[in-house]
Every structure is written in structure tokens, then in C-alpha cells.
């Protein structure tokens, strides 16, 4: 099993930047890509960004491009995202999630492990 734990949220105002972390323990040698998703209050969880471990290679939402990177510490298996230009839509609660490398790494259903969330507010 993998254990993942996010930290990092807050409240920022509009134009501000956040940075989140999400370290991994347990059977870490399963991980092929980490990613982060969102959910906002009354919506769905959405994709925000994934890397994959070997070779680094990143995918963002759209709505995030430009703004949020998404970077790995191999050695300490540790995911991190970088929030810049923040707007009061992307607020939510911000999921870490793990995978075995399988799919596209767009979608919830290419990651078998979840952090608890860390909540990020920006406010207008």
C-alpha cells in the first residue's frame, strides 16, 4: 500500500501563489506517475497536472496551463505543485494521487492511491 500526504493549503488572495506537497511512504517502488486533482464544492474531481516518475514528462488541465508546474523529488518521493496567479475558480480541496503508470494519467481512474486533500481558497 501507498501512504500519501499532502500539505501546503491556505487562503491567498486573487494573484497570489501557493506551493503543495505530497510525500509518499509504503510501497513507493509501485509509483510510476503522481498527479493532483481538485474538487470544488458541489463538483466533480477534476485532473490538475501529473508527472510521470520516469523521465519526468508533465500533462496539465488546460484551465491551469501557464500558471501551476508540476515538479518530483525522486529520492524522497515527493510530489510538488507549484501555484502561481491564483484565481478564486481554483478553489477546492487538492488531492495527491499515485499510479502504477497505466492510462494516460489524465483521468482518476489511472491512480490507485489518495491523500486525504489539502484545502486551497483564493479569495476574489
Known amino acids: 500500500q501507498v501512504q500519501l500526504v499532502e500539505s501546503g493549503g491556505g487562503l491567498v488572495q486573487t494573484g497570489g501563489s501557493l506551493r503543495l506537497s505530497c510525500a509518499g511512504s509504503?510501497?513507493?517502488?509501485?509509483?510510476?506517475?503522481m498527479g493532483w486533482f481538485r474538487q470544488a464544492p458541489g463538483q466533480e474531481r477534476e485532473f490538475v497536472a501529473s508527472i510521470r516518475w520516469s523521465g519526468g514528462s508533465e500533462a496539465y488541465a488546460d484551465s491551469v496551463k501557464g500558471r501551476f508546474t508540476i515538479s518530483r523529488d525522486n529520492a524522497k518521493k515527493t510530489v510538488f505543485l507549484e501555484m502561481n496567479s491564483l484565481k478564486p475558480e481554483d478553489t477546492g480541496v487538492y488531492y495527491c494521487?499515485?499510479?502504477?503508470?497505466?492510462?494516460?494519467?489524465?483521468?482518476?481512474?489511472?491512480?490507485?492511491?489518495w491523500g486525504q486533500g489539502t484545502q486551497v481558497t483564493v479569495s476574489s
Open positions: 509504503g510501497s513507493i517502488f509501485s509509483i510510476a506517475i
Open positions: 494521487a499515485a499510479g502504477s503508470g497505466r492510462g494516460s494519467g489524465l483521468s482518476s481512474s489511472d491512480f490507485h492511491s
